[in-house]
């Protein structure tokens, strides 16, 4: 009786602590598993974010060219002014043709030409220029002005579609915003009162790059920027262009993608772009489209990587616009419907985001959840199993 008493008081200490142990191994298994579920990432995920820019709506305007209000007729040389070095011909008679042989060096060359203007910023002119340049080389347009103060500025810059142009031995025809590139060159600056007053043509040679090259002028024209304003998200006329004001900037960091609904008609050939700008800088560009023959209705898209142009027309320098642009025809009329601009969420960077105290909690949980708990449950194992034995 005592031998089975015994037994029985033995079974029960064993199951007894057996249990107790094995309570403790779910325990430290459910520790294990907390850093999954509790511990997670510090970092945000990379998400879209959406704003609707008809929120931000300011203003719309309609866009066209004025008249000429300046062009050059080639017809008087002592306007223009070329140096003597290199060795050159200027000859002027209802064009302006510049011949310079440059010879074989290892540096680059270049020669130019200018004359004195004086265009108006305050109108926004648009500058027409029609040339042709031999092969071989590259040319460039810049300009130079003064503001309403009398201080001078140089209203080009390297980056521009206007600078280092490769001659393709054909008649070319360029246009440029001159409040464009004046505000690009000279952020800070108030076009209000300023002046261009000097305009200078350039050939340039790559260095070993020798022959007899030149620069032919046809047309040199100045154009003002006549704006109509809409009294809605509607209007009716007949444009070039169409720049939609928003109220504030768009950020330049995170941009996405732009999608922008619009009912559009015009002339048979129309074909236009859309652009996001910020300032005078272009965020993101859209496809050329064409309108539709069964619905004046269209959802562009607009990207920053399609970003290879500049519109001929300019927004508000101190915000965001949204601007069409047409390549050919007019536009007639036109609503905008829906601005959806998109960013990609930033992302910080891992170094920022592992800061003193992350990096303590890390060597907390590397010397708590991966060494001594699994070390722990090891040693609680063989014990379960040697008492059972």
Do not use: C
Request: hydrophobic share 45%.
């Amino acid at each position: 009786m005592k031998t089975a008493i015994y037994s029985i008081l033995k079974i029960f200490q064993f199951r007894s602590k057996s249990f107790r142990l094995y309570w403790i191994l779910v325990l430290l298994v459910l520790s294990l598993a907390m850093p999954a579920v509790f511990l997670r990432g510090t970092l945000p995920q990379n998400t879209a974010t959406q704003i609707d820019g008809l929120a931000e709506f300011a203003s719309m305007q309609g866009a066209s060219l004025g008249p000429v209000t300046w062009s050059e007729s080639f017809n008087n040389s002592s306007e223009w002014s070329v140096p003597a070095n290199p060795p050159n011909v200027l000859s002027i008679s209802g064009s302006l043709k510049l011949s310079v042989t440059f010879p074989s060096t290892s540096k680059a060359q270049a020669i130019s030409v200018h004359r004195n203007v004086n265009w108006s910023l305050t109108e926004i002119p648009i500058i027409t220029i029609k040339a042709r340049v031999s092969t071989g080389v590259s040319y460039g347009v810049r300009f130079f002005g003064v503001t309403a103060n009398n201080t001078s500025f140089a209203a080009w810059r390297e980056g521009s579609s206007l600078q280092h142009r490769p001659g393709l031995g054909t008649i070319e025809t360029v246009s440029a915003n001159l409040g464009t590139e004046t505000f690009l060159a000279n952020p800070k600056l108030q076009l209000t009162g300023a002046r261009i007053t000097e305009v200078l043509f350039y050939l340039e040679a790559a260095p070993f790059r020798s022959g007899s090259f030149s620069l032919t002028l046809y047309d040199v024209h100045i154009n003002p920027t006549i704006t109509t304003p809409a009294d809605s998200l509607e209007l009716n006329g007949n444009f070039t262009g169409l720049v939609a004001n928003l109220k504030s900037s768009v950020s330049s960091q995170g941009v996405f993608q732009v999608f922008v609904g619009l009912d559009i008609k015009g002339s048979s050939d129309l074909s236009y772009t859309l652009y996001l700008t910020r300032g005078a800088s272009i965020l993101a560009q859209g496809y050329t489209y064409v309108p539709k023959v069964a619905t004046t209705y269209e959802l562009a898209l607009m990207l920053p990587a399609l970003v290879n142009s500049s519109p001929l027309f300019a927004g508000n320098f101190a915000s965001s616009s949204l601007i069409v642009s047409a390549w050919k025809g007019e536009i007639s009329y036109f609503r905008l419907d829906s601005v959806d601009i998109r960013f990609l969420a930033t992302t910080p960077s891992p170094s920022a985001a592992l800061n003193t105290a992350n990096y303590n909690a890390l060597i907390f949980y590397y010397f708590v959840f991966l060494f001594m708990i699994p070390a722990s449950t090891i040693l609680l194992l063989i014990k379960v199993f040697r008492d059972k034995d």
